[in-house]
């Protein structure tokens, strides 16, 4: 148990879910990182470790006993959760529409969208128990406007705005909040994976910024929207975009 608030974060081996769990750490929450590689969220736990009260639980988002497992060692060590990040998510291949096969397009609903379904289940049920919480879902700018080429990405972060939505209604009575935020293009290692330097260099000569946007900066967002000074928000979608989806 811990005399401290507790935040439970899901993709936190790397990326904005590490930059998340840190971001917690640092306001004084208890953390849990909950990521299917193991190898990374064992080295973020014990790198972040310093920071305050941490743990790695092993979580495959796709499956909901998996998170509930997680939940449940959260729980077991730390007696609640306060506060959740749902961060885990993947890009998948870029495709147009009629090229998009449909093993690319269920894996990617599978951990996006599903897999934030199965994790908000599991958290919604213990805020439940305990009188409250605040949960944040990873959607992205994606999630409110088109881009090409990535038809089941766009679908599934939209697909995640529109459950954010749907449990903030559901479950405001029960004082648990549900928000999300929309990340731009972020500087990290999904990133850096599928996009070139090249690439990089031609969409910051367009950029508002002309820059990309730091995973602690979605992270900052994050933790806010969990905090008692956004009490009132609620079913929102954040845009952290350095102003790419006003264009």
């Known amino acids: 148990m811990t005399q401290h608030k507790v935040a439970f974060v899901t993709g936190a081996s790397s990326g904005i879910g590490r930059a998340t769990a840190e971001a917690f ?77 449909p093993e690319n397009w269920q894996r990617i609903m599978a951990v996006n969208l599903t897999g934030v ?17 605040a949960i ?13 080429m990535l038809p089941a990405y766009v679908a599934s972060k939209h697909g995640v705005v529109g459950l954010t939505k749907n449990a903030a209604l559901d479950y405001a009575r029960e004082n648990i909040r549900v928000n999300a935020v929309c990340p731009g293009m972020i500087d990290t290692p999904m990133w850096q994976r599928s996009i070139s330097p090249e690439l990089t260099a031609q969409l910051m000569e367009t ?19 969990c905090s008692e000074s956004a009490s009132f928000v609620n079913g929102h979608a954040m845009a952290v975009d350095g102003g790419l989806t006003t264009q």
């Not at 944040?136 to 090409?148: H, K, M, Y």
């Open 117 to 133: 379904w199965h994790s908000m289940r599991c958290e919604v049920r213990q805020m439940l128990k305990q009188g409250g919480g």
């Open 25 to 101: 750490l640092k306001a004084g929450y208890a953390t849990v990182l909950a990521d299917r590689d193991a190898a990374n969220g064992e080295r973020a736990a014990e790198e972040l470790g310093p920071l305050g009260e941490c743990l790695f639980v092993p979580c495959d988002v796709v499956e909901e006993a998996s998170v509930q497992q997680a939940v449940d060692r959260a729980v077991a060590k730390f007696g609640r959760i306060d506060a959740a990040f749902n961060g885990a998510g993947i890009d998948g291949d870029r495709a147009i529409l009629t090229e998009c096969t």
């Open 207 to 225: 950029d508002v910024f002309g820059r990309l946007g730091k995973p602690s900066e979605i992270a900052a967002a994050v933790v806010w929207l």
């Open 136 to 148: 944040v879902n990873c959607a992205s700018s994606a999630g409110l406007v088109g881009t090409v």
